[in-house]
T-cell receptor, first 110, second 110 residues
Framework: KQEVTQIPAALSVPEGENLVLNCSFTDSAIYNLQWFRQDPGKGLTSLLLIQSSQREQTSGRLNASLDKSSGRSTLYIAASQPGDSATYLCAVRYDYKLSFGAGTTVTVRA | DAGVTQSPTHLIKTRGQQVTLRCSPISGHKSVSWYQQVLGQGPQFIFQYYEKEERGRGNFPDRFSARQFPNYSSELNVNALLLGDSALYLC?????????FGQGTRLTVV
């Protein structure tokens, strides 16, 4: 059974600081890994998708890395802004379903 | 182009009642998945349908059922509601590797 863990559970930083969010998974036989953003009470917004054969993926201020052999992914958010405050979830896809971590709740203080 | 749409957005039901949740995938997407997200946790996989066939089922009791229609929209039914069924129910449509989620239906069982 695939287990996905995200550490830390919560993070508070001043505006402008870089964010580092961690995700680990127990079974390295994944198809891909996807990072999502979730605002309170809302659905999930896809941020980045990394295929199992890729090492990293970038979109604007976001960069995600993947080390499949060690079962780890890291999401970097550069120069954080108050609008980045949200919960960030990672999900690994194996077979036909996604397995999610519990998320890291980020607060960026102005 | 419209994203994944879910209805209703919120509803309140009494223990023992039955509920039906609806999802319309992104146009052209043939795969629909359902997830349950309890407060403070990551989403848990319930069902996936592809081309109207059930492709996978998560660890949920038989009170949970779903179906997919010829136009690829989907319904999730939950019978004999329990207090523990209170959650955000998310629908995702997938074409290729990226999963796109709707805004969810917030179900409260009292």
């Amino acid at each position: 059974k695939q287990e996905v863990t995200q550490i830390p559970a919560a993070l508070s930083v001043p505006e402008g600081e870089n964010l580092v969010l961690n995700c680990s998974f127990t079974d390295s036989a994944i198809y891909n890994l996807q990072w999502f953003r979730q605002d309170p009470g809302k659905g999930l917004t896809s941020l980045l998708l990394i295929q199992s054969s890729q090492r990293e993926q970038t979109s604007g201020r976001l960069n995600a890395s993947l080390d499949k052999s060690s079962g780890r992914s890291t999401l970097y958010i550069a120069a954080s802004q108050p609008g980045d405050s949200a919960t960030y979830l990672c999900a690994v896809r194996y077979d036909y379903k996604l397995s999610f971590g519990a998320g890291t709740t980020v607060t960026v203080r102005a | 182009d419209a994203g994944v749409t879910q209805s209703p957005t919120h509803l309140i039901k009494t223990r023992g009642q039955q509920v039906t949740l609806r999802c319309s995938p992104i146009s052209g997407h043939k795969s629909v998945s359902w997830y349950q997200q309890v407060l403070g946790q990551g989403p848990q996989f319930i069902f996936q349908y592809y081309e109207k066939e059930e492709r996978g089922r998560g660890n949920f009791p038989d009170r949970f059922s779903a179906r997919q229609f010829p136009n690829y929209s989907s319904e999730l039914n939950v019978n004999a509601l329990l207090l523990g069924d209170s959650a955000l129910y998310l629908c995702a449509s997938t074409e290729g590797d990226v999963a796109f989620f709707g805004q969810g239906t917030r179900l409260t069982v009292v």
